[in-house]
């Protein structure tokens, strides 16, 4: 959905290093996601916020971080990246209005690799 | 533990033919159940969503789904596949107030 956008689009790096992945939407949705995708797993939830001042961690936050900087803007970090965080990361967004379970609009994903 | 099954990696039909992509959960209470499908190098598309009334549920591209509590399963579902409906679909459910959860996917190839 070009209305989620997320950069890079691919990224390698080495083990160690601390990389920041970047969501931005312009569907003016409160609610933001992160997910990795790994083959055979599906799409498993790192971090949610549901408004600019509220975190929340998912399943999977252990070696991640987020800021949500803006409404718009939602990015993930890696403080020390290592090798099984190599997946391809998803950012979606959802309207809060209505019904809270509401479907997520997602962007196009970022392929990390950490050799 | 709450969890959703898609049981087949990969569903291989040809072009013209009824396709059906399976999907069971494993939920407390009434879930919200959803399919979502993703092309290569694409993000997750939204195709439909149940989310209370009428067991079949109609969605985009001629997909529909058919909820049946009895035996917790959402199957997915178009009575003439194309070519260009191959892709990775994905179920997944939400259930009351907890946070979406994906089944693994299934790869779904339409072959002319």
């Known amino acids: 959905d070009a209305d989620v956008t997320q950069t890079p689009r691919n990224r390698i790096t080495k083990t160690g290093k601390r990389i920041m992945l970047e969501c931005s939407q312009t569907?003016?949705?409160?609610?933001m996601y992160w997910y990795r995708q790994d083959p055979g797993l599906g799409l498993r939830l790192i971090y949610y916020?549901?408004?600019?001042?509220?975190?929340n961690k998912g399943e999977i936050s252990d070696g991640y971080s987020v800021s949500r900087q803006a409404q718009a803007k939602f990015s993930l970090s890696l403080e020390s990246a290592i090798p099984n965080q190599t997946a391809l990361y998803f950012c979606?967004?959802?309207?809060?209005?209505?019904?809270?379970?509401?479907?997520?609009?997602f962007g196009p994903g970022t392929r990390l690799t950490v050799l | 533990a709450q969890s959703v099954a898609q049981p087949e990696d990969q569903v291989n039909v040809a072009e013209g033919n009824p396709l059906t992509v399976k999907c069971t959960y494993s939920v407390s209470g009434n879930p919200y159940l959803f399919w979502y499908v993703q092309y290569p190098n694409r993000g997750l598309q939204f195709l439909l969503k149940?989310?209370?009334?009428?067991?079949l549920v109609k969605g985009s591209y001629g997909f529909e789904a058919e909820f049946n509590k009895s035996q917790t399963s959402f199957h997915l579902k178009k009575p003439s596949a194309l070519v260009s409906d191959s892709a990775l679909y994905f179920c997944a459910v939400i259930p009351r107030g907890g946070k979406l959860i994906f089944g693994q996917g299934t790869e779904l190839s339409v072959k002319p």
């Open positions: 979606a967004t959802s309207d809060a209005s209505g019904s809270i379970y509401n479907e997520q609009f």
């Open positions: 569907k003016g949705h409160d609610r």
């Open positions: 916020s549901f408004d600019v001042k509220d975190i």
């Open positions: 149940y989310i209370t009334g009428d067991n």
